[in-house]
């Protein structure tokens, strides 16, 4: 399959350990945020969403974390597994009627077996 | 797989020539968008419809783009006259509509112009 993204951050993390993938956003406006896995070849695959009036949203293996203040999300990875292997993207909405998502850069998490 | 269906898979073309992509999205959505997604970058949102109407345009969509969604069920992602730099993957996502609406994407459809 094609590579994603060549030249991505990348986190390298051993499996069973917890990864953590951390995104900045920019538009104080923004008031939905999504996680989203993309493997090699294949589309975008939604992970975990969280509204801007929650800080916190759990779901199974990941949690996600919003801190307005500082415009930053993070992705948590329990027991990080091989499966786990690709690239995440945060996105944003930053609250027009489209509804339409900003992505941001990416990141690539290897994890080591 | 979403249920979001796009074709084709892969697209190589000629530099001036004119493709077309289709988008098949999960049937009860009445939303449904197109990205583009270069290589290292995430997706970027060119253009959405809910239902039948185009409601929003990227500045990234030139004149050379046009979509459609004749029946609010299938799109079509049309380029002319394409140039080196529409090489890219082109990406299709539907929801329900809503601010905490889900989108789904497709595949992507791996445009090249040689």
């Known amino acids: 399959g094609e590579s994603v993204g060549l030249h991505l951050p990348t986190l390298s993390v051993q499996e069973g350990d917890n990864s953590i993938i951390n995104c900045a956003y920019s538009?104080?406006?923004?008031?939905?945020f999504i996680w989203y896995k993309q493997e090699s070849g294949k589309g975008p695959q939604f992970i975990i969403d969280?509204?801007?009036?929650?800080d916190k949203r759990q779901g199974q293996r990941v949690t996600v974390l919003l801190n307005k203040t500082v415009k930053h999300l993070s992705l948590q990875i329990a027991a990080t597994q091989p499966g786990d292997s690709a690239v995440y993207f945060c996105?944003?909405?930053?609250?027009?009627?489209?509804?339409?998502?900003?992505f941001g850069s990416g990141t690539r998490l290897l994890v080591r077996p | 797989d979403t249920g979001v269906s796009q074709n084709p898979r892969h697209k190589i073309t000629k530099r001036g020539q004119n493709v077309t992509f289709r988008c098949d999205p999960i049937?009860?959505?009445?939303?449904l968008y197109w990205y583009r997604q270069t290589l290292g970058q995430g997706p970027e949102f060119l253009t959405y419809?809910?239902?039948?109407?185009?409601?929003?345009k990227s500045r990234l969509l030139s004149d050379r783009f046009s979509a459609e969604r004749p029946k609010g069920s299938f799109s079509t992602l049309e380029i002319q006259r394409t140039e080196q730099g529409d090489s890219a993957m082109y990406l299709c996502?539907?929801?329900?509509?809503?601010?905490?609406?889900?989108?789904?994407f497709g595949p992507g459809t791996r445009l090249t112009v040689t």
């Open positions: 996502a539907s929801s329900l509509g809503g601010l905490t609406s889900e989108q789904y």
């Open positions: 538009n104080s406006a923004s008031d939905y």
């Open positions: 969280i509204r801007s009036n929650m």
């Open positions: 996105a944003e909405n930053r609250g027009d009627s489209s509804y339409k998502l900003i």
């Open positions: 049937s009860e959505h009445n939303r």
């Open positions: 419809f809910q239902n039948e109407a185009q409601l929003e």
